[in-house]
């Protein structure tokens, strides 16, 4: 259809999906949901060597996990191998490439002629223009040889990029590339071209690391005499220290985030705004008004700084954002994975609910709630004892649970309010403050000197297992 846009995200398999190759299919992804084009997804699995086991699930699985659904694909190269080699000859039959048959051997001593002359690697057009019969004798003695571009030896290219504008290359940079290798594979190149053409994709949108590759594509499409997509290279990301971001910045493998508990919903507004901004203050926005809003006449040619920090503190105020019940079943399954193994499994969920709004405003990672609720699953708390007294000493310490203790016993109603009635008069009565006092009961209760709001968790956790635990310390001091 004339002029729909249609936008690919085209991952090789060769490791896990980072956050740049995840950012490139967002913003694919949103400019084809915000045009109402289409978003095709395509696998460039054309270098077998470097190929890597199960990647292709986990980038399936991530873009899956996001929300970033695709409209046509996923498509393989590997399994079009016959239509690039056509390509391939068909450039050879009208001399725009050719076969060449140099040894591996003789490239790299070429090479490392060129790098002891101090010269500009590449290859030497050696077989550029070998006769027809030197090509067929050597084609039958058994040589196989790769098919490479014939690059123009003078002149310039020029690309076009929505981003950033005309970028012109001497064609005497761009040597005379590989298009099809000898083990019958197209490279990157080749494929990539001949993918873009046959899938109608109306703008290339990728990583700024492929604008080099591009004025070869531009020739390509000259040689085959199609017209080529718009391009759009995006910012690099980098890391605080403005080196090339890597995982020494805490960016890693896009699954591990999910692994981590962060919110897919968090992750799409922060990858949004790496490279792109609605208006350069706005930060939080749902996915819906980043589709309303995305353009790439707002993506930005300089690099964007990852800051693992801002993501934090987004995923902090997304999950604030829930509401309770979705807290809770969110955070479920990572109460489920780490708790120690003696609680019971599976995880009462209905009780998980209860706990869930007293320590929602605390987390900003789901992977850090089982560490916030664990207390209130176990039968027991276990601290030094030390901890039960912290400023005071351990006699002032025993007398604070032992009145606790037996004002607790006679409370009826084991609620929030009225176990705070029973208990903060004491606090005058035995003359101390209120933070030293509820802190001997606050560590006797959850094993822990922070923790959430002690007579609404003593609320959840229910008289016998706070009296048991208040009892077990009070035996503790006297021991
Ligand atoms: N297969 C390339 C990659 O892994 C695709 C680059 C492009 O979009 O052209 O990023």
């Known amino acids: 259809m004339q002029g729909q846009v249609r936008v ?50 986990i980038i399936m699985e991530s873009l899956k996990w996001l929300g970033l659904d695709w409209d046509e694909g996923p498509y393989f190269q590997s399994q079009r191998l016959d239509m690039y080699r056509r390509y391939a000859e068909e450039l050879v039959n009208e001399g725009k490439a050719y076969w060449c048959f140099c040894s591996s051997e003789r490239l790299d001593k070429m090479r490392q002629d060129q790098m002891a002359r101090k010269l500009p690697t590449g290859y030497d057009r050696h077989c550029r223009n070998l006769a027809q019969e030197q090509v067929q004798a050597t084609k039958s003695s058994g040589t196989v040889p790769v098919v490479r571009f014939k690059s123009p030896l003078e002149g310039q290219t020029t690309v076009e990029d929505l981003i950033r504008g005309e970028v012109i ?46 004025p070869r594509h531009v020739l390509l499409y000259r040689a085959f005499g199609w017209q080529p997509p718009q391009f759009a290279h995006l910012p690099m990301i980098l890391g605080p220290d403005k080196s090339k971001l890597s995982k020494r910045h805490g960016a890693t493998a896009i699954n591990e985030y999910q692994d981590q508990g962060y ?86 969920a209905g009780y998980l ?77 035995l003359g101390f403050k209120a933070g030293p006092f509820f802190g001997v009961l606050r560590v006797a209760i959850t094993g822990r000197t922070a923790s959430p709001p002690l007579f609404q968790t003593m609320e959840v956790l229910g008289r016998e297992l706070c009296l048991a635990r208040l009892a077990a310390a009070s035996d503790m001091l006297k021991a």
Request: charged share 25%.
């Open 8 to 57: 690919r995200f085209a991952p090789s398999p060769t490791g896990y999906p980072h956050l740049g190759n995840i950012r490139t299919a967002l913003f694919n992804w949103l400019f084809a949901r915000h045009t109402k084009g289409v978003f095709i997804l395509r696998i460039e699995d054309t270098d077998q060597a470097r190929k890597v086991e199960g990647a292709t699930e």
């Open 169 to 214: 290359f001497a064609n005497s940079t761009l040597d005379d590339f590989v298009l099809l290798k000898s083990d019958g594979y197209p490279t990157y190149h080749l494929a990539n071209i001949v993918d873009d053409h046959y899938m109608d994709i109306s703008h290339v949108m990728r990583a700024e690391e492929w604008l080099s590759s591009t």
């Open 353 to 429: 609910e209860q706990i869930a709004p007293l320590v929602q405003e605390r987390a900003k990672t789901l992977s850090e709630v089982p560490s916030l609720v664990d207390f209130f699953f176990t039968s027991t708390v276990e601290y030094d004892r030390e901890l039960l007294w912290g400023k005071l000493d351990s006699k002032q310490a025993s007398d604070i649970l032992g009145k606790s203790i037996a004002a607790l016993e006679k409370t009826l109603a084991w609620d929030a309010e009225q176990l705070e009635a029973a208990i903060r008069p004491l606090t005058e009565e």
């Open 263 to 348: 919110l897919p919903e968090a992750m799409i507004n922060f990858l949004a705004l790496l490279g792109w901004s609605l208006d350069d203050k706005t930060e939080i926005m749902t996915v819906e008004e980043i589709v309303k809003n995305f353009s790439i006449e707002r993506v930005s040619k300089t690099a964007a700084v990852f800051n693992i920090a801002k993501l934090e503190w987004m995923n902090g105020m997304y999950i604030r954002a829930l509401g309770t019940q979705e807290f809770s079943d969110r955070s479920l399954p990572f109460v489920e994975r780490a708790l120690p193994p003696a609680v019971k499994r599976p995880i009462d």
